[in-house]
């Protein structure tokens, strides 16, 4: 395990053991030197002896220094004795330390003290026994605060990747980060600063506290040198950064690059009051700032696929509704066109019937029969109201589609309604009532040509859903600065009430809806800044409610 490698750098036995399983997890060379028969954990506890047992167990393995090391929920230390393949004893001191799921066990070798001993116990040279006694002690203290100090080491290591690998949020890296940090250095201070190559300054992006964010800053030439070097500075200093205020005493102020490959990504700077030297800290540094590098990049990837992944269904959007656009400018540049030329054909003969009909006007005035006059007033009437009919219904189709009306324009809603509802009277006709409720509303800015068309596309929607007879019901009303607008039927109502602004959506039977009316209605509404809601009940009736502001 490559973590584990460290402990060649002892010159002592190491070894690692799970504790839950017993197995053999990692031997140092040294262990491997003064070790070189050893085979299994089992064997190798035969060849070892204690003088005491700490476990209370009946079964004989316990008794084994080494069993007892692993099975102790407490760091454990004890004196040990080992016959060789040679059938040499040698003597240990062993010092057992838990950490996490691993016993780490240290093996110092005081073979040499123990014949030293009996060599003054033979001479009973007491001041040259306490001289070696006292030296061993140190030693075997020095080794463990060692062992301590790289177990602490490789803790927090693992931690502070786990905190990595666990997240692609930057900040949900930087802060745990600076936080551990700040606990293992003692730093008052703790913050990120981003690399800016084009001004060649830093920014801060994360701090503890959350103040100066944003705030740029520049180091002097020493520490750009060193973090031009990809080299942790250290110092003891009275200013933080060259434009920070001076502290009131010298600090220890931790620089700490942040590169990816040969990209400055960054630094992390700690500012703490403690006074120390930085040693085996550095190690910890050096292996922190090449693991935060791998993850910013990628954090910073995954955040700009995700911003990637936003313009595109953005833009999706923007070419669907262009499309909508497109396709209603289509359709009403069309229906212009053909009402121009059914107008023009239509007056032709209009006009015609008119002019016959005011000559018929003349004539029968000359009749003296009064039964034969009456009749012929009663057909003449009818005629009148018959070509009135027609001029209004090409007037009302002008006005409906006027497509040179493209600039907003006051407009009197009700009236645009009853527009509408002229050119749908053939829907109507013997079978629907229509309700009105016009309030009384002020002229209203708007695209009246439009909001034509979104009302044909419901009222036309109100008359299909109603099979037989039935009733809609249209209400105008204006409150808090808005135009409000209700058209309510008693239709067989409507299932699935969140899918009908989407294009292509309809309910109803092939070759009766395109699925393109109501969501078109949708983004008109939305071009005057207002809101189009539905609330339907199946077999009970729908009402759209349509809300624009008046500024």
Not at 76 to 99: C, G, L, P, W
Not at 268 to 275: G, I, M, P, Y
Request: aromatic fraction near 8%; glycine fraction near 4%.
């Amino acid at each position: 395990m490559e973590k584990l490698e460290f402990f060649n750098k002892f010159s002592n036995p190491v070894l690692v053991v799970d504790t839950q399983t017993m197995e053999v997890k990692y031997r140092n060379n040294a262990f491997k030197r003064d070790f070189s028969d050893f085979s299994t954990l089992k064997k190798f506890s035969h060849k070892l002896n204690c003088e005491i047992c700490l476990l209370d167990n009946s079964e004989w393995e316990y008794h084994s220094p080494i069993v007892q090391a692993i099975k102790s929920k407490e760091s454990f230390v004890t004196h040990i004795s080992y016959q060789d393949k040679n059938e040499d004893f040698r003597y240990y001191d062993i010092n057992a330390i838990k950490r996490r799921k691993y016993t780490i066990i240290f093996f110092q070798d005081v073979t040499s003290k123990i014949k030293y001993e009996k060599l003054l116990e033979e001479k009973k040279s007491v001041d040259l026994k306490c001289q070696l006694l006292d030296e061993d002690i140190r030693s075997l203290e020095s080794i463990k605060q060692k062992a301590q100090s790289q177990a602490i080491k490789m803790a927090l290591i693992n931690k502070i990747s786990n905190i990595m690998r666990e997240s692609i949020d930057i900040s949900s890296i930087i802060l745990p980060t600076l936080k551990e940090l700040s606990v293992i250095f003692g730093a008052f201070r703790a913050y990120y600063a981003e690399y800016n190559i084009n001004n060649n300054i830093f920014k801060i992006t994360q701090t503890l506290d959350d103040e100066e964010i944003g705030m740029p800053i520049m180091f002097d030439s020493m520490v750009m040198r060193k973090i031009g070097n990809k080299e942790i500075s250290h110092t003891r200093c009275l200013k933080e950064f060259m434009s920070a205020k001076p502290f009131k005493e010298s600090t220890l102020r931790i620089v700490l690059p942040i590169y990816h490959m040969t990209e400055l990504l960054g630094v992390v700077v700690l500012v703490s009051r403690q006074r120390r030297e930085l040693n085996e800290e550095l190690d910890i540094l050096e292996n922190i700032s090449s693991q935060l590098g791998t993850a910013l990049v990628h954090a910073k990837l995954y955040k700009k696929n995700l911003e990637t992944v936003e313009e595109l269904k953005k833009t999706l959007k923007e070419l669907n509704d262009t499309q909508l656009q497109l396709i209603n400018s289509e359709k009403m540049a069309s229906l212009g066109q053909l009402i121009a030329g059914v107008a023009h054909e239509i007056n032709t003969p209009v006009a015609a019937i008119k002019s016959n009909n005011e000559i018929f006007t003349k004539l029968i005035q000359k009749i003296s029969d009064d039964k034969l006059l009456k009749l012929f007033n009663d057909i003449n009437s009818t005629d009148k109201e018959a070509i009135q009919r027609i001029n209004q219904l090409v007037v009302s189709l002008k006005k409906f589609v006027r497509l040179d009306e493209a600039e907003l324009q006051d407009a009197d809603i009700n009236k645009e309604l009853d527009l509408t509802l002229d050119l749908i009277r053939h829907e109507t006709k013997h079978r629907i009532t229509i309700e009105k409720n016009y309030g009384n509303i002020p002229m209203v800015k708007c695209y009246p040509n439009m909001l034509n068309q979104v009302f044909m596309n419901i009222l036309v929607n109100a008359c299909q859903a109603i099979e037989n007879e039935g009733i809609i019901t249209i209400t105008t009303t204006f409150e808090n600065k808005s135009l409000k607008i209700s058209i309510k039927d008693t239709g067989r109502g409507i299932k699935d009430t969140e899918k009908i602004f989407l294009a292509g959506y309809t309910t109803k039977s092939a070759g009766i809806g395109t699925g393109l009316g109501l969501a078109i209605s949708s983004k008109i509404i939305a071009k005057h800044k207002g809101k189009i809601e539905v609330k339907s009940e199946v077999g009970i009736g729908s009402e759209f409610i349509i809300t624009i502001p008046s500024e």
